[in-house]
């Protein structure tokens, strides 16, 4: 198939749609996570469906001493791996097409969720995303816009914008594409030293380690559960050697009650080694919160929440998260 370049709405407008659209709005520097999200949208559009992408470098979305000037722009490339991964279009406005006349002076507001995280980090940047997500939202006219997981915070605003304001958009999220040594796909990691990509990895080694740690708290209070803590119980266990496997499941299910503050305390020890490195990792947060409102989740927490983390080494700030459920049922 041949992947159609188009800069204009009109052009978009004019296509012959005998399906629905899928569309995939990326800033360009497209890779294997960009592909795997037109891929995932090529499947669910099917063979009468059509699927857009879009590559815009949104101005709105960079603040104060970001990188803006700098951020990658390779649309020869770009049109290339949509081309190999399904797409049928790749519509890349400039500037004047997607904010005719200037910036917009209305804009949307990300709201309280948009100044948490990301958004205190980067004061404006989730307005000025939902903006550009809503503009392109009514130039491309879909049926339904693909996001990836890594940008957890994005994600989550978008579904919230698309249900609040009645967009009649179907938001679906991907998962998280990484490298094979463990660190999530995105753009920015062209700019790791080899130094400095060492250190990052402590970014997905701690969403691992959190994982990890309350994958084997599940695990016990499972077992726990199986176990009833009784003389009898015991005495039997101990008949064929499984008594110190019993006292051991009963005392971590006490002495953990709810597993969140156990997960960041085991994901923040990676961190902190990172912090000791050379270059070090500087972190901006490590949080672990209810992906509705992207607040801290407490002890009794029952249900999916997300481990996010963003640090910077060297210039390049690099964020990342993993799902985790809580409360799984007996």
Partial sequence: MTTALLRTADELHARVRDGRRAVVMTMGALHEGHATLIRTAREIAGAEGEVVVTVFVNPLQFGKGEDLDRYPRTLDADLKI??????????????????????PQVRISAGPMGGLLEGATRPGHFDGMLTVVAKLLH?????????????????????RMARDLNFGVEIVGVPTVREED?????????????????????????????????????????????VPAT???????????????????????????????????????VLDEAARMQPPLALDYLALVDPSDF???????????VLAVAARVGTTRLIDNIPLIFGAAP
């Avoid at 399904?86 to 910036?103: I, K, L, W």
């Avoid at 816009?145 to 989550?156: C, S, Y």
């Avoid at 019993?246 to 971590?252: E, G, I, P, S, Y």
């Fill in 182 to 226: 463990g660190l999530a796909l995105s753009s920015r990691n062209r700019y790791l030293s080899p130094q400095e990509r060492r250190t990052a990895l402590a970014l997905s080694g701690a969403l691992f380690a959190g994982r990890d740690r309350h994958a084997a708290q599940e695990a016990l209070r499972a077992r726990a559960r199986e």
């Fill in 231 to 269: 003389r009898a119980r015991a005495e039997a266990l101990s008949a064929i050697g499984e008594s110190r496997a019993a006292a051991d499941a009963h005392a971590v299910a006490k002495s953990v009650p709810g597993g969140p503050a156990g997960v960041r305390a085991t994901a923040r020890l």
């Fill in 82 to 103: 949509a081309e190999e991964a399904g797409a049928d279009a790749v519509f890349a406005p400039s500037v004047d097409e997607v904010y005719p006349g200037g910036e």
């Fill in 139 to 159: 130039l491309t006219r879909p049926d339904m816009a693909l996001f990836g997981q890594k940008d957890a915070q994005q994600l989550a605003l978008i579904r």
């Fill in 295 to 305: 607040t801290e989740v407490g002890e009794d927490f029952t249900g999916e929440a």
